[in-house]
């Protein structure tokens, strides 16, 4: 979960509207429940959170033990216009205005500090209410402060949703530090050049979630305008809940879905799977009409990545723009640098290729 960032280093983050949604729990716990064994005895960053509003705070914090985690640390840049809601923390001394502050929440264990039995949120708050060394204030709590990026190399695993404006170069720290990460974005940035590279060569993948449907997201009611959103809930809590588009998750952890293939039931026929007038390969317009008998070059949907199997496809590259210029897709009949074909006498320029090829095509 983020927040908007108003410092003049994050304006960018400020003004995207992608940077005003807050991820909610049962997201994250519907997500997290495939990856617990990587996190024993693990250090967790959480560095665009607040524990007054983070979801991402809140998950880590309740199943702390459950993991085996060896710490949890959460910072933020500015104090949350929801401050107290939740965990009611009262920062004493830090500041008469701790909406201003930047600030870092470390944890190393969480006990039943209130004797009820079991540890729950009040523990949890009872903790950063006692005990003052769990907390501290930063400069700027920019991911991109040098006292962030000790954090950062502290940290074994990043979880979070980083502001999507950021995207870019949030990853590009990520990769510059060889961290593990468990991450929201949206998926178009599998378009970004930035970005397709590294899930080319298999550096990073999409999580479990599928890519229909979008989250529902919470967005902080500062930046909510009725006259301006066309669908909204507002929740139990009062909280507006709005669906947003395209979100999913980007990882690096291994995960028992990625090694699980695609049952191939189709065989190829040029009838069928048309060749592209620019680029030689053959158009598949449906993840689950990918032919088992083809050997060549094929472009699919991007909704593949969500059931990639690297041992049973390698991709090639993206057919459109910068990217599809790189690896030979010339000019097709509208003098754009994306995959187009011909079919009884009509040109197609379908959606957004990726470029596969089968590993292992086979007969019957």
Known sequence: MHKRMANKNLNAAKTAKMDEFYTQLTDIERELQHYWQHFRDKVVLCNCDDPYESNFFKYFALHFNHLGLKKLICTCYNGSPVQGNELMIDFGDFTDEPKRIAYKVEIKEVKDLNGDGAVDLSDVRYLLQNDKNVISILKTGDFRDPECIELLKEADIVVTNPPFSLFREYVAQLMDYNKRFLIIGNMNALHYKEIFPLVKDNKIWTGYKSYGGGMDMIQMPEGF????????????????????????????????????????????????????????????????????????????????????????????????????????????????????????????????????????????
Not at 237 to 255: A, E, P, S, V
Not at 267 to 283: G, L
Request: glycine share 8%.
């Open 225 to 364: 305008d009725p006259s301006k959103t066309k669908s909204y809930i507002i929740n139990e809590k009062g909280q507006i809940i709005k669906n947003i588009m395209g979100c999913i998750w980007f990882t690096n952890l291994d995960i028992s879905k990625r090694h699980e293939s695609l049952d191939l039931v189709r065989h190829y026929s040029p009838d069928e799977y048309p060749t592209y007038d620019n680029f030689d390969a053959i158009d598949v317009c449906k993840v689950q009409d990918i032919p088992f008998d083809y050997d060549g070059i094929m472009g699919v949907p991007d909704t593949l990545l969500g059931q990639f199997n690297p041992d049973q496809f390698e991709i090639i590259g993206l057919g459109c723009g910068d990217l599809g210029k790189q690896i030979g897709v010339a000019k097709n009949y509208r003098g754009r640098t994306d995959l187009a074909y011909t079919k009884n006498g009509k040109h197609k320029c379908p959606y957004s290729r990726i470029l596969i090829r089968n590993k292992h095509p086979h007969t019957i």
